[in-house]
């Protein structure tokens, strides 16, 4: 407010320089003209009055030559204040528009911003569901082979027979795949909304890897601490399989989704065998 009020002063002192030279300008040459178009009386004796012959006119004119040379100063000088008022005129469009330019600008980060912060939502939202979606496929995880009572939910993962027919799989060419084949019924679900969690991750390119938003291996990290070692060590091995050997295991490897397995496990050497130290990491 108090620059505004500063600007219109200074604009009314600069007017007020121009106006009076041209105020002063007009009277004279309305003098000049006038002494023209009428007689001219001076006074010489009192209630005398002399007037100037017609004659003697031409002379009486020529004493205005200076006043001539003062007009085309003045307006040269107006010419000259004309430019100088329409520089500063093209100062404060510069301004302007530099102004508007800076004040575009903040509102296309703004919207950037904005836009990055709506499509981190709409990840989390997606994300989060497919997690809920992952721990409501665990709850119904069961198994009943020989067994007395069946067994269901993470308890299967930590379950002694399945274990045990899992090891004998590993020390048979291609048992990998024909033992999950066999519990695919169990397991399929489980692994595939793994693996379609990471890619979703993976293939989310917003995602940033650096700055003031979560990087992909944030969102990783919270689907493996959904992990138990015992799922850890069914994950390793799935990612085994021929069928998914190549891209489940580059994620498993990429995300270090191995570091919660036990290092004191018989099946360590076996995995340390298959998989890069990265995924141990």
């Known amino acids: 407010m108090t620059d505004k009020i500063h600007e219109k002063v200074e604009d009314q002192i600069q007017w007020k320089w121009f106006w009076w030279p041209i105020s ?15 007689e001219i009386w001076l006074p010489e004796f009192g209630d005398k009055f ?3 012959p017609i004659t003697e006119r031409g002379e009486f004119g020529d004493m205005f030559g200076g006043l001539n040379a003062l007009f085309s100063g003045l307006a040269f000088a107006g010419l000259i204040f004309t430019i100088y008022l329409q520089r500063k005129e093209l100062e404060l469009q510069r301004k302007e528009l530099s102004d508007t330019r800076q004040v575009l600008k903040n509102q296309q980060m703004e919207m950037t911003e904005q836009n990055k912060t709506l499509e981190l939502q709409r990840f989390e939202n997606t994300f989060f569901s497919l997690l809920d979606t992952f721990n409501g ?62 890619l979703f991750i993976e293939r989310s390119e917003f995602v940033l890897e650096k700055g003031n938003y979560p990087n992909k291996q944030f969102y990783v990290h919270l689907l493996r ?48 065998e298959n998989y890069d130290t990265i995924a141990f990491d």
């Open 225 to 272: 601490d959904q992990l138990t070692s015992h799922e850890v060590l069914y994950l390793a091995c799935f990612g085994l399989r021929s069928g998914t050997k190549e891209n489940f295991k580059g994620l498993i490897e990429k995300y270090s989704l191995l570091k919660m397995m036990d290092r004191g496990s018989d099946y360590m050497p076996f995995l340390e």
């Open 137 to 198: 496929i665990i709850g119904t995880l069961v198994i009943n082979e020989n067994f007395t009572a069946p067994v269901r939910g993470r308890s299967i993962f930590r379950d002694g027979q399945t274990k045990a027919t899992l090891s004998r799989a590993l020390s048979i060419n291609n048992g990998i795949d024909q033992w999950f084949l066999r519990k695919d019924t169990v397991f399929g679900p489980y692994f595939r909304m793994i693996y379609n969690i990471l």
């Open 24 to 38: 002063i300008v007009l009277i004279l040459w309305l003098v000049t003209l006038t002494s023209f178009m009428m």
């Open 50 to 52: 002399v007037s100037i």
